[in-house]
């Protein structure tokens, strides 16, 4: 494992190796101890949009295995691949730093990054790919669950780059992910059929929400307006009228249901305040598990 792109890269025993990693470091650093493999190595940290959870949750776990992280603004390089080639930015990144961590709009520009990079790669997300947010909800599911094999995600909303990755990761580690979406905005068929090329059935495609978590153990949404998606999002919030994950919503699935969503929530839209704020939910949960879930992938990937 030399760079972290995409989860369709990986085995499931690879990504069950992170998964355990995980779960053992959380142990550690809850009881009070601390593993400092990573002293004395850097990781640029590069940003073309803002967030809360990817820069603190990479930027503390980096600190916490002993490492320092540099937080790079799209200024401060004159924009990835603007200013100066995006090859070039990564051979001189590599003489400077241990790692870097992307995370950008265009998906080719993480692959461009690891292709000239002669040190490791993160794709803290792209407009194709958002695989630490996957692999730390999966996390939060083997806790909850204390399974992953065999659960069913509905996730309810657009079929983005959050649903992609969890399409890979249900096919790779034996769940099963339906995705109810309203026309024109469903997961593209060439990822749900490379999905179902992994496992047979693993991804399926619905328009009624209803349908998607009759069964669900797990009911999952996401914002409607992605970011560079402003100019859309009056269109949006009218087309993904019915895709609320409500109390109603709630009520179709069993009463195990368990609520995530991968933040931020922007409540009255694509989730209720009372939903999230249920005992169902298990928001907060994943949310810290970006944290746990990051600090074995430096790990594994820097020490």
């Not at 649903?163 to 790779?172: I, N, Y």
Request: glycine letters at 6%; hydrophobic letters at 40%; a negative charge.
């Amino acid at each position: 494992m030399q760079d972290f792109l995409a989860i369709s890269d990986f085995t499931s025993e690879q990504l069950m190796g992170l998964l355990q990693e995980s779960r053992d470091l959380k142990a550690v650093y809850k009881s009070g101890r601390r593993d400092t493999c990573l002293t004395g190595k850097v990781l640029a940290m590069l940003f073309e949009k803002p967030s809360l959870r990817t820069r603190i949750s990479f930027q503390v776990a980096m600190t916490d295995l002993g490492g320092n992280p540099i937080y790079v603004k799209p200024e401060d390089i004159g924009g990835i691949g603007k200013r100066e080639p995006i090859k070039d930015i990564a051979r001189v990144l590599s003489r400077y730093v241990d790692g870097i961590m992307a995370r950008t709009f265009e998906h080719k520009a993480v692959t461009e990054l690891a292709r000239y990079a002669s040190v490791p790669v993160i794709n803290a997300l792209t407009d194709w790919s958002h695989p630490c947010q996957a692999m730390a909800d999966v996390l939060t599911i083997w806790e909850h669950f204390d399974r992953i094999e065999g659960i069913t995600i509905a996730f309810v909303g657009d079929g983005n780059n959050v649903a992609r990755s969890l399409a890979f990761a249900a096919a790779k580690l034996g769940m099963r992910l339906i995705v109810a979406s309203p026309a024109g905005y469903e997961l593209d068929t060439e990822s749900i059929d490379k999905a179902n090329g992994i496992l047979a059935d693993s991804v399926a495609q619905t328009h009624d929400p209803r349908t998607a978590v009759a069964q669900a153990d797990v009911i999952y949404t996401d914002t409607w307006v992605s970011m560079g998606q402003e100019e859309e999002k009056e269109k949006r919030q009218k087309n993904f009228a019915g895709f609320e994950v409500n109390g109603a919503l709630v009520a179709a699935a069993p009463a195990h249901v368990k609520i995530m969503h991968c933040l931020p929530a922007y409540r009255g839209y694509e989730i209720t305040d009372d939903v999230t704020e249920s005992p169902n939910s298990i928001i907060f949960d994943q949310a810290e598990n970006r944290l746990h879930f990051q600090r074995a992938l430096l790990k594994k990937l820097m020490s």
